[in-house]
């Protein structure tokens, strides 16, 4: 049977206020990764100047002071230059995020069992939450009609 250590990992480009991320985000992060659905593999703080000059802070070991707890980076230095150019290019001039690597954990054994089966995922895509509520809503609603 095939083996990984790591799951499908996703990339994420949370905007937010100020340089820094609101405790009620880190919270909603800390929270998913209680679960154990996620692991945390990389974080990086991305800064967009008003001149469109992109500044990245690498986050590797302190995660607690800026409130992640005790969360373990698994693998700092993933996110890398290419990453940050492609989702800072859609960052507005003045504003900051954080561009956050998930393994999907609880994807690991589907993966594995697909590889041993010989099957090869061809395509994923991933549709937004609000896309899918707003769809299911208007379905929903016109149902009746």
């Given amino acids: 049977m095939t083996s990984f250590t790591y799951g499908p990992v996703e990339l994420y480009l949370v905007g937010f206020e100020g340089e820094t991320p609101s405790p009620g985000t880190l919270g909603a992060l800390g929270d998913l990764l209680d679960t154990g659905l996620v692991r945390l593999l990389d974080f990086v703080l991305v800064t967009k100047a008003a001149d469109g000059e992109v500044d990245v802070v690498e986050v590797e070991d302190d995660t607690a002071a800026l409130g992640l707890g005790g969360a373990v980076l698994l693998a700092a230095g993933l ?12 960052m507005e001039p003045g504003s900051s995020a954080a561009l956050v690597a998930l393994e999907l ?41």
Avoid: H, K, M, Y
Avoid at 83 to 88: I, S, Y
Avoid at 124 to 144: K, M, Y
């Fill in 79 to 90: 996110v890398g230059d290419e990453d940050v150019a492609r989702f800072g290019e859609q």
């Fill in 105 to 145: 954990s609880f994807q690991r054994a589907l993966a594995e069992n697909l590889a041993s089966s010989g099957g090869i995922v061809l395509d994923s895509q991933r549709i937004p939450a609000p896309i899918v509520n707003a769809l299911l809503d208007f379905a929903e609603q016109t149902e009746g009609e």
